[in-house]
């Protein structure tokens, strides 16, 4: 019989996260890209040499024409320039290859550590959380860090290398004017800045409003077959249509703020890089200062390329602050500490199935009584039990508390004579099956599913056996594809109970040693119900079975029925026992025996 594959091994980054500031996290995340990170600074330095170099080969060529130079000087500033642009193309292919390796090996590695984070984390922490919280950081956390990373080279980088080399050329030819430039060029980015402060609030409520949007459709959506049920299509659709309208005003502010924003801002740059060229057109031709005509044009080019690269970086904030707000997002999953510990415990090799619960009892947190108490209870390998009892007895508290979802909050569990809370629960597990209430699929085919985490490769004959033996047989073999039938979402194409029998197909194919049937009979017919009782009956022989049911065609063959009232064992037995002493089980058992 196929063995479950080992659980996962922890990775570096889950374990390394503990709280520290978002940029110590991003430099430990591109760690062993160091090495190609420094080589994507140097390859885009080559490749961005036209940008900040053309200026100043203009000026030469200029000279050159207005001086009447030697025309080999032109044909030099010209051939350089080609050269340089004839690098670029190599150039940008070699950094767009580098860089997208460490961005997306970086966001490969953090949705992994986050995965694997989840897969650790208790059920109570997934209780708490969201399933779609969890989704949104591996999905778009992730993805705001890798456009923060990617922006900040692409944009980031290209200014600062403007920035660096347009001042090293104009330090280099025109030393006289460099203060100007250190104090006009910072003056003019700010302006414009402060212009743009002034868009933050409508922006910010833009987003809210395509938020509050993409809410409301989704409601809409999962409420289609309610609203078409009671004729509801018209008030649905006035629901959405008043959050459509408000994202209209919202977005036509913005759009004419933009607007207002763009033309006092190009108006702004533009006068400044008129009166720059002004000044130093005056300056040339009164011949102060030895700054020649092609200088004029440098100067007056090189103004609007700096500050159009420092307004790239101050651009870039929004950008990085979204994008090290999604870091610390994701560090609150990587540092969650509700973490299932296994770690050094001992590995559970092989398991008889003998159960004793001592003195157990669990209390979830900030709950002000506690869900199971004194629990006392000794099982032997082989026998099944019966939970019994109303809905918060505590039922399926002592089913996570059995497979190990939580741990007891006093008195202990003994797994063959061994304290649970001394073993590696994910070995444990190897050797336990569970068939929930709600059958859980995955999108993929029948096979797929039944056979889903089983390693050493697929055997047929035991696929098909727990397929019989699950009572699945007869409607796989009459869909289509068989065994390779696409199930669809969550199982949509099937029905409950054909997604229920594949469920406890699943867990039968495990040949496990401890089986947990949690309600799992509850979706069938009663024609399919009693042909899978009469196949439990046969495979549940050397198995230990606890089984919650509210059907007594499923619990009156169990060997001893366990009865639950507030967390609390009051009576024990067979059903047959249980009756004759007219207790809880006799009298709640009333209404139900027609079941």
């Known amino acids: 019989m196929q063995k479950p594959e080992a659980a996962p091994r922890p990775g570096p980054l889950d374990h390394h996260y503990s709280g520290e500031h978002p940029l110590r996290t991003l430099a430990y995340l591109f760690r062993p890209d160091r090495a190609r990170l420094l080589l994507v600074v140097a390859v885009f330095t080559v490749k961005h040499i036209p940008v900040w170099l053309l200026p100043l080969i203009t000026a030469n060529i200029i000279d050159v024409v207005v001086e009447h130079r030697p025309v080999s000087e032109l044909w030099f500033n010209a051939g350089a320039l080609v050269l340089v642009l004839a690098l670029n193309f190599p150039m940008a292919l070699l950094y767009a290859r580098l860089m997208s390796t460490s961005i997306r090996r970086m966001g490969r590695e953090l949705r992994s550590a986050l995965c694997r984070r989840m897969q650790y984390l208790s059920l109570g922490y997934h209780a708490r959380v969201s399933a779609g919280v969890l989704q949104t950081k591996v999905v778009r956390d992730v993805e705001a860090v890798e456009q923060m990373t990617q922006q900040s080279g692409d944009l980031g980088l290209g200014a600062i290398m403007t920035l660096l080399g347009g001042l090293v050329v104009i330090g280099f030819r025109t030393p006289v004017v460099l203060p100007v430039f250190l104090v006009v060029v910072p003056l003019a980015a700010l302006l414009v800045r402060r212009l743009r402060s002034r868009i933050r609030t409508n922006n910010e409520e833009f987003r809210l ?8 459709v989704g409601e809409m959506t999962t409420l289609i077959p309610i609203t078409r049920a009671h004729g509801l299509e018209r008030t649905a659709l006035h629901r959405v249509d008043r959050t459509l309208e408000r994202v209209l005003t919202a977005g036509f502010r913005l759009d004419v703020l933009n607007g207002r924003f763009g033309s006092l801002s190009w108006i702004l740059l533009n006068t400044l890089a008129v009166g720059c060229l002004t000044g130093s057109a005056v300056v040339a031709y009164y011949g102060w200062m030895g700054i020649s005509a092609g200088d004029v044009v440098m100067i007056s080019t090189f103004f609007t390329a700096l500050t159009a690269s420092l307004m790239t970086l101050m651009n870039l904030t929004p950008v990085i602050s979204k994008g090290l707000e999604s870091v610390r997002s994701i560090g609150e999953v990587l540092q969650a500490p509700d973490l299932e510990s296994n770690e050094g415990k001992t590995s559970v090799e092989r398991v008889e199935g003998r159960i004793d619960f001592e003195g157990m009892g669990y209390r979830y947190p900030e709950a002000g009584e506690p ?86 490769g697929e055997d047929e004959a035991a696929l098909r056996h727990a397929l019989d033996a699950a009572n699945a047989t007869e409607f796989v073999d009459r869909l289509p594809d068989g065994l390779d039938t696409v199930v669809g979402q969550r199982g949509a194409r099937l029905s409950g109970g054909q997604k229920q029998r594949l469920a406890i197909a699943r867990a039968l194919i495990r040949d496990p040693r401890i089986l947990v049937l949690d309600e799992a009979t509850s979706a069938l017919d009663n024609r399919s119900e009693a042909l899978i009782q009469d196949a439990l009956a046969r495979l549940v022989a050397g198995r230990t079975v606890f089984v919650v049911a509210h059907r007594l065609s499923t619990i009156r063959n169990a060997d001893r029925i366990v009865v639950m009232e507030h967390g609390r064992i009051v009576e024990t037995g067979s059903h047959q026992e249980l009756l004759a002493r007219g207790g809880a089980y006799a009298t709640t058992l009333q209404p139900r025996r027609s079941g």
């Open 209 to 216: 409003e395509i938020e509050r949007l993409s809410s409301r």
């Open 371 to 456: 869900s199971v108490r004194g629990f006392d209870l000794s099982v032997r390998p082989g026998e099944t039990i019966a939970l019994v009892g109303a809905s918060g007895a505590g039922k399926s508290t002592l089913l996570n508390l059995l497979i190990g979802f939580i741990r007891p909050t006093e008195g202990r569990i003994l797994l063959d004579g061994a304290d649970m809370a001394s073993l590696d629960l994910r070995t444990y597990r190897r050797f336990l099956s569970v068939v929930p209430q709600e059958s859980i699929l995955f999108e993929g085919t029948i096979r797929e599913n039944v056979t889903y985490g089983l390693a050493g």
